[in-house]
């Protein structure tokens, strides 16, 4: 047992009875290894990573290749979840050194945590050109031992290239429809008209960037940005990315059709697309794109929602196969056989055409990923559902994937949002007082009396790592989203609370953004990258957060931060616009305002309650919406607002601004 047995994350628990002498990250490890004058060995990943378990059965579980490591110098683990930080660091390093990275990442380190050699999986053996892990570890420590000299010397290159790397940042100005219409017009060249999506393989869901089509389609009117958006929407959903007996997404395709999945399944990715086929529903009334919206939410709390309330961070790529051995996929795929033994031979005829099951299969050894594909054709829907109920029922009694069970602040800030608004738009208020409960924990257990956040906890038990940028905005982001389905403006000041905190520790010069504090441990650079990747980045994210909360209160400081974060997206939007998705989606915001509603009356009144659904129902971008009773103290925005001839009235604004009030649903509609 090592010294990761009384860590709180799944990831570092999975290695706690490897032979390999792991510590926590933490200056105790740097001690060690100047004590000792060993390099560090870093290894960064997370515990749905199928490539991470691969090398940790074949060189951290292995004795020989241990005591390699351990003789020659102190290994830490990291879990990039719970230190993105220190990920970010890193990998841009890695990034640099070789031009790709990856998880597992591999780092050798100084003891004054500087790094000088890279890589990330490494096999135990050479394969394909690839040097062994044992290989690799003798060769760092002979250099180590002969030629510390140039050891140092390249280990103070990079870290000075790190320190000295400035953010081409976007200086004054924010996009505007110029550099909009530009970024639309990059994605329309690199989309993909036949299979949807964007690029090659493999192929990730871009939810970002579906938000700002959405967005861009709501305020101008373009044709051609909700088609990509509703085509890709679609196509994904047919995929094999898509659970389809469960729901859920798999985190990317291997392949440009969508049709193999790599199979783990985060939260980030449910989350926001769930949120993005609600939004799709509202601009389009799709009965997929509503379909698929509930779906999603109750594979998240059906699979994902843990004890305290909260959502666990991901589901396993691999689970047993029914031999013992763990594969990956193996709890999704299908073959003709199987498909026979649960359904009898002529529903498993059907069902193998309905979803694309062959008897070559589309995985391997055989299997195949569950579909829809369009040569498929209609079906008896009943007997689609008798079906689909039978097959999910079997595969519960298969062994089941792992599931990372800490929360992730961030994470379960953008669950929030996701169950709250699909919870409102399809009236389902269980997935509103799911979305409740998750706040509930959020502010009981991550959030401090002075509301600082910690980043994960486990079991009701917070970590021990702090809060970074994303945390507090995806968190506000939630906040916000549950204030205006439940009308209960606490969520609305304690997303306050986090944005100011954003105000003071995180800002840099000019409307920059820091992903660290500034009283955050010190690495070897403070890290700060605006772009998304799986998830808004917590530049993009804060941006949109302090727009929304501008709009709610009229705070001129929150708004002005937002403003000066979306210099970077009038840069990177025309050129790189599939990865600064949400900071697009929240120009779109700025350029409509965004809208002010208010819908004041009696709760239980039906007027009130179709003036707040019509509300909720709007596409106009980054609306924020506040309800209550007239003039009432829980809102800002309800300030001074009556009713009309005794009847309940919303109120739409911009920049406080207001048009004349109305009371038919109809005329909230045309205005929205």
Request: hydrophobic share 45%; with cysteine; proline share 6%.
């Amino acid at each position: 047992m090592n010294r990761l047995a009384g860590t709180t994350s799944p990831y570092l628990l999975q290695h706690a009875d490897n032979p390999v002498d792991w510590w926590p990250w933490g200056s105790e490890a740097f001690e060690e290894a100047k004590r000792r004058d060993v390099p560090v060995l870093l290894s960064v990943g997370y515990s749905a990573c199928h490539w991470c378990h691969v090398m940790a059965h074949e060189s951290f579980e292995d004795d020989a290749i241990a005591a390699l490591v351990n003789d020659n110098f102190v290994a830490v683990k990291v879990d990039r979840e719970e230190r993105p930080d220190v990920d970010a660091v890193y990998m841009e390093a890695v990034q640099a050194a070789t031009g790709q990275g990856g998880w597992p990442m591999t780092v050798f380190l100084t003891p004054d945590a500087a790094p000088f050699y890279f890589g990330t999986y490494f096999p135990p053996e050479p394969r394909h050109g690839m040097p062994s892990f044992p290989e690799v570890l003798e060769g760092v420590r002979a250099a180590w031992a002969d030629r510390r000299g140039e050891v140092d010397e390249v280990a103070d290159r990079i870290v000075k290239d790190l320190a000295g790397r400035s953010l081409a940042y976007g200086g004054d100005g924010v996009p505007g429809e110029e550099e909009l219409a530009g970024a639309l017009l990059a994605l329309t060249r690199e989309y993909d008209a036949t299979r949807g999506g964007f690029g090659g393989a493999p192929k990730f869901p871009p939810s970002m960037v579906l938000e700002f089509l959405l967005r861009h389609h709501a305020r101008t009117g373009s044709e051609g940005a909700l088609q990509m958006a509703a085509d890709t929407c679609e196509a994904m959903a047919r995929g094999g990315i898509y659970d389809q007996l469960g729901g859920g997404f798999a985190r990317y395709s291997v392949d440009r059709a969508w049709v193999v999945p790599h199979f783990e399944k985060m939260l980030y990715d449910n989350a926001l697309l769930c949120r993005v086929y609600a939004h799709l529903w509202k601009a389009t009334g799709s009965d997929l794109a509503r379909r698929v919206a509930l779906e999603t939410a109750d594979f998240m709390v059906r699979e994902l929602r843990t004890p305290e309330g909260g959502f666990a961070s991901a589901l396993d790529a691999d689970s047993d196969d029914g031999t013992g051995r763990h594969v990956e996929g193996a709890y999704y795929v299908w073959t003709p056989a199987q498909l026979t033994e649960v359904l009898g031979a002529e529903d498993a005829a059907l069902a193998a055409a309905h979803y694309g099951v062959t008897e070559d299969g589309t995985f391997e050894h055989g299997s195949s990923v569950l579909q829809l594909p369009p040569e498929a054709g209609p079906a008896d829907a009943a007997r689609i559902a008798s079906i689909a109920s039978r097959l999910l029922a079997a595969r519960e009694e298969r062994p089941r994937p792992g599931r990372d069970d800490k929360v992730v602040a961030a994470w379960n800030g953008l669950a929030i949002a996701a169950l709250a608004e699909t919870g409102a738009l399809f009236d389902r208020p269980d997935l509103v007082e799911r979305a409740t409960e998750a706040a509930d924990l959020l502010v009981r257990v991550h959030m401090d009396e002075t509301a600082r956040l910690t980043r994960t906890s486990k079991d009701g038990r917070a970590g021990t790592n702090a809060g970074v940028l994303e945390d507090y905005a995806d968190v506000a982001e939630g906040f916000l989203a549950l204030a205006a389905v439940t009308g209960e403006g606490a969520w609305l000041e304690f997303a306050g609370f986090l944005l100011d905190l954003v105000l003071d520790r995180f800002t840099a010069e000019g409307g920059a953004l820091y992903d660290t504090a500034h009283d955050a441990e010190t690495l070897i650079r403070r890290p700060q990258d605006p772009t998304d990747n799986a998830a808004p980045s917590g530049w993009t994210a804060a941006a949109g957060a302090l727009l929304s909360y501008a709009a709610h209160t009229g705070s001129e400081a929150h708004r002005a931060a937002a403003v000066g974060a979306l210099g970077v997206v009038r840069a990177l939007g025309p050129r790189a616009p599939r990865f600064i998705g949400w900071g697009l989606a929240v120009a779109e915001a700025l350029l409509d305002g965004p809208r002010e509603i208010a819908v004041v009356g009696d709760a239980a009144d039906p007027a009130f309650l179709e003036l707040r659904r019509t509300a909720l129902a709007a596409t106009t971008p980054g609306a924020v919406l506040a309800t209550g009773a007239p003039d009432g103290e829980e809102f800002p925005l309800l300030r001074d607002r009556p009713l009309v001839a005794g009847a309940p009235a919303a109120y739409v604004c911009r920049h406080f601004t207001c048009d004349a009030p109305v009371t038919d649903p109809a005329e909230l509609r045309r205005k929205l």
